[in-house]
């Protein structure tokens, strides 16, 4: 059975999402004619250089498939299966964020003052909990200043397999840093290079000043989305449904499944109710 079959058995038996599907599609561009029982460790390395993107969503995606593959397994759809297609990534990334202290010395290392607009890149990061693409994608056309208070940011656009995106309002430390990127945009671009031009990659600059803060080989730039998404659930001040709209999340699911554990009240009852048992003791 050739994998395209197998992820569509999987898919229905799942129902509509579109995260699946995206994935699902993602999959079906590299694995889509390879019989299953073919792949091997070094599908997923090729897989992982064609993507061009983290190891980390990587073994997202290769979850999905070896889901798919044993389902079809269980179900007696196929009668055997692939030892292993998962590929090593560091597991840590979303346990790692950063205090405001260590924020503060990322964004006053060298490399960051030496290069500005990586440093704006970052700022929106950690205030917005932008994804890299949507932030270096980030049009001045989609920055509405006669909107709500400060104005609003529209990360989504019309790209296809892009994850969800958020809308969200201009954060009060922000305002006057964009407003002057926005007025200095020579193609449109909030985030451009010294000569005007759209920034493609922040992955030199930016490794090189996490090194100078010495925040660790696990800081990634995801970490400065997860770091603001912490930090909101922290100050208590955030409702679930706020934190999964700002995060951009298709489902408050998801965002309950990272974040629910910084939350202040998180399980507090539970707690309260097992602590009785023992209270008379």
Not at 8 to 24: D, H, N
Not at 63 to 73: H, Q, T
Not at 253 to 269: D, N, Q, R, V
């Amino acid at each position: 059975m050739i994998i395209r079959e197998v992820l569509k058995y999987y898919q229905e038996s799942k129902g509509e999402s579109t995260r699946l599907k995206s994935i699902v599609k993602q999959l079906n561009s590299f694995y889509g004619d390879i019989h299953h029982n073919l792949i091997t460790k070094k599908h997923s390395q090729e897989y992982l250089k064609e993507r061009n993107v983290s190891p980390q969503t990587i073994a997202r995606e290769l979850n999905v498939l070896s889901a798919s593959i044993n389902f079809c397994f269980n179900e007696d759809v196929i009668d055997e299966k692939p030892k292993s297609i998962s590929i090593a990534h560091n597991t840590n990334v979303r346990n790692r964020w950063l205090t405001k202290d260590e924020i503060k010395r990322l964004l006053k290392t060298k490399s960051l003052i030496k290069n500005p607009h990586i440093a704006l890149a970052c700022k929106l990061a950690v205030t917005t909990a932008a994804r890299k693409e949507a932030v270096l994608g980030l049009t001045t056309s989609q920055i509405n200043w006669g909107a709500g208070q400060r104005g609003i940011i529209d990360f989504r656009n019309n790209l296809v397999n892009q994850k969800p995106r958020s809308v969200v309002p201009v954060p009060e430390a922000m305002v006057s840093e964009l407003r002057k990127a926005c007025s200095k945009s020579v193609l449109g671009y909030v985030i451009q290079s010294r000569r005007g031009r759209p920034v493609k990659e922040v992955q030199f600059v930016y490794k090189k000043a996490v090194k100078e803060a010495d925040l660790g080989s696990e800081v990634c730039f995801h970490t400065l989305r997860h770091t603001c998404a912490v930090h909101m659930a922290q100050s208590g001040k955030v409702s679930m449904n706020e934190l999964s709209s700002y995060l951009g999340h298709t489902s408050t699911k998801i965002t309950e499944k990272h974040y629910a554990k910084f939350f202040p009240e998180y399980m507090l009852k539970s707690s309260e109710v097992a602590s009785d048992l023992i209270s008379y003791v």
